[in-house]
T-cell receptor, first 115, second 115 residues
Framework: DSGVTQTPKHLITATGQRVTLRCSPR?????VYWYQQSLDQGLQFLIQ???????AKGNILERFSAQQFPDLHSELNLSSLELGDSALYFC??????????????FGPGTRLLVL | AQTVTQSQPEMSVQEAETVTLSCTYD???????LFWYKQPPSRQMILVIR??????QNATENRFSVNFQKAAKSFSLKISDSQLGDAAMYFC????????????FGTGTRLTIIP
């Protein structure tokens, strides 16, 4: 158990809908990362938050947004869902200090299926 | 941009034997980290081993060890005394020590253990 929790584990929804994925980092970790794992794109970095602030952005679509709350949990919001958004979404957390080579520990993932 | 290449989509090994998974990467940075993550059928991403680029000594974790060749930009994983529980996808990942802290992943190697 990595100490990172994600809810829900599975999500089935329809095209055009909006969903929210939730992540709680390991106790004390200030950085949260979101990754998408799909068959055609592999594992891709979406976005990072550090202590409530956006720190880095990757290949995140404009239809997707995220935030990190004062209690350090994070939510990834996916809207206007398309079939191609079906994937496994991972949250990872690291670090008490930004910019230091901290290991990222992954949550169990949320499996999203868009029908 | 950094890239990570895993040229072996699939590997197999007899139980109790030794297997080596290959990974090469490309970066212009001198200070970075390399990781091997394991993804079993449960889809959980589990850290196997980590290597700091400034360390010449190869990292080891029990039956897992790496061969880090910085000049060649090569980072292979050796699994000794292979066990059935080692069956999984193995991902090589790169992370810069400064700047963007995202993980850049290879495409993975699926390891099968033959009883």
């Amino acid at each position: 158990d990595s100490g990172v929790t994600q809810t829900p584990k599975h999500l089935i929804t329809a095209t055009g809908q909006r969903v929210t994925l939730r992540c709680s980092p390991r106790s004390g970790d200030l950085s949260v990362y979101w990754y998408q794992q799909s068959l055609d794109q592999g594992l891709q970095f979406l976005i990072q938050y550090y202590n409530g602030e956006e720190r880095a952005k990757g290949n995140i679509l404009e239809r997707f947004s995220a935030q990190q709350f004062p209690d350090l949990h994070s939510e990834l919001n996916l809207s206007s869902l398309e079939l191609g958004d079906s994937a496994l979404y991972f949250c990872a957390s690291s670090g008490r200090r930004a910019g230091v080579g901290e290991t990222q520990y992954f949550g169990p993932g949320t499996r999203l299926l868009v029908l | 941009a950094q890239t990570v290449t895993q040229s072996q989509p699939e590997m197999s090994v007899q139980e109790a034997e030794t297997v080596t998974l290959s990974c090469t990467y490309d970066t212009s940075e001198s200070d970075y980290y390399l990781f091997w993550y394991k993804q079993p059928p449960s889809r959980q991403m589990i850290l196997v081993i980590r290597q700091e680029a400034y360390k010449q000594q190869n990292a080891t974790e029990n039956r897992f060890s790496v061969n880090f060749q910085k000049a060649a930009k090569s980072f292979s994983l050796k699994i000794s005394d292979s066990q059935l529980g080692d069956a999984a996808m193995y991902f090589c990942a790169y992370k810069a020590n400064f700047g963007n802290e995202k993980l850049t992943f290879g495409t993975g190697t699926r390891l099968t253990i033959i009883p």
